[in-house]
């Protein structure tokens, strides 16, 4: 397969791919996804199905309710230790990328805790 390719048996790449990509997605990493793909879609398309069948339960009036696996823990008598001192006050927090001027700023603000957000606030996309 060549480096380029947007095809296998597995896996279609429906975005037009530039030098980024390009540079991205080598046979070896297409090799692997196709792996991926390969090895998981069976698991996910049964979850999958799964999901729509909970949500059709849902919209006709079933209420979600605990897993029998977790009736023991339920139903015992347990504690916890208590809440540690750094938890206790959470009134003020932010949560912020993980750029060096971001957390800088973040750990010099007037603030209890900071969150520092690896995932949702760092770019969608290769550009």
Avoid: C, H, Y
């Avoid at 008598?77 to 809440?83: A, D, E, F, K, Y």
């Amino acid at each position: 397969m060549n480096p380029q390719a947007t095809t296998t048996d597995e896996l279609t790449f429906t975005r037009p791919q530039g030098e980024l990509e390009k540079q991205v997605l080598t046979a070896e990493a297409v090799e692997f996804l196709t792996e991926l793909v390969t090895r998981f879609t069976p698991k996910r398309n049964k979850l999958l199905a799964a999901r729509i069948q909970q949500q059709q339960d849902i919209d006709n009036g079933k209420l979600p309710d605990f897993i029998s696996e977790t009736t023991s823990i339920r139903e015992s008598n347990w504690q916890i230790r208590g809440i540690p001192a750094d938890l206790q006050d959470r009134r003020v927090e932010i949560t912020g990328p993980v750029e060096r001027k971001m957390v800088i700023n973040a750990l010099n603000a007037n603030v209890k805790v900071f969150m520092a957000d690896f995932e949702d606030s760092a770019g969608a996309g290769l550009e």
